[in-house]
């Protein structure tokens, strides 16, 4: 492995500015989606029983908190990778690798702890 950036095992600056872009696409849909679920919840509320400030959520965009540090693994051995992400609604984080979407298994581990994320990787090889 040679290094991380933002939730991505890369190889070039050019796969850190695709995961960038979807990202916050993935952000915006999520802020549209709760905006339609409000939209849904509030339907026939008196808009004057609302006062402005009363509700408490509000929306931000994600802010890495922790970035991903570069790591080196020896073949075997288990690579582990954690990052912390702040956002209301809580972003939904995507490891991946050279485009490929990182999906928990055997070896592949993925946990969530509030707003920490951590990627475990059992058994590294060298295509990892």
Same mark, same amino acid.
């Given at each position: 492995?040679?290094? #991380?950036?933002?939730?991505? !095992?890369?190889?070039?600056?050019?796969?850190?500015?695709?995961e960038t872009?979807?990202? %916050?696409?993935?952000? &915006?849909?999520?802020?549209?989606?709760? $905006?339609? /679920?409000?939209?849904?919840?509030?339907?026939?509320?008196?808009?004057?029983? &609302?006062?402005?400030?009363?509700?408490?959520?509000?929306?931000?965009?994600? %802010? @890495?908190?922790?970035?991903?540090?570069?790591?080196?693994?020896?073949?075997? /051995?288990?690579?582990?990778?954690?990052?912390?992400?702040? *956002?209301?609604?809580?972003?939904?984080?995507?490891?991946? $690798?050279?485009? #490929?979407?990182?999906?928990?298994?055997? %070896? &592949?581990?993925?946990? @969530?702890?509030?707003? !920490?994320? #951590?990627?475990? !990787? *059992?058994?590294?090889?060298?295509?990892?």
């Amino acid at each position: 492995i040679d290094g #991380s950036r933002q939730g991505k !095992i890369v190889d070039d600056d050019e796969n850190s500015i695709e995961e960038t872009v979807e990202h %916050r696409v993935s952000w &915006i849909k999520k802020v549209e989606e709760e $905006k339609e /679920k409000d939209k849904i919840e509030n339907e026939g509320v008196d808009d004057a029983a &609302i006062k402005e400030g009363e509700d408490d959520r509000l929306l931000s965009e994600p %802010r @890495i908190v922790q970035k991903l540090q570069d790591t080196k693994v020896e073949s075997g /051995k288990t690579l582990k990778l954690r990052t912390q992400v702040q *956002a209301t609604p809580r972003p939904d984080v995507v490891w991946s $690798k050279d485009g #490929s979407v990182l999906q928990q298994g055997n %070896r &592949i581990t993925l946990v @969530i702890e509030d707003d !920490i994320y #951590s990627l475990e !990787i *059992a058994d590294v090889s060298d295509g990892d």
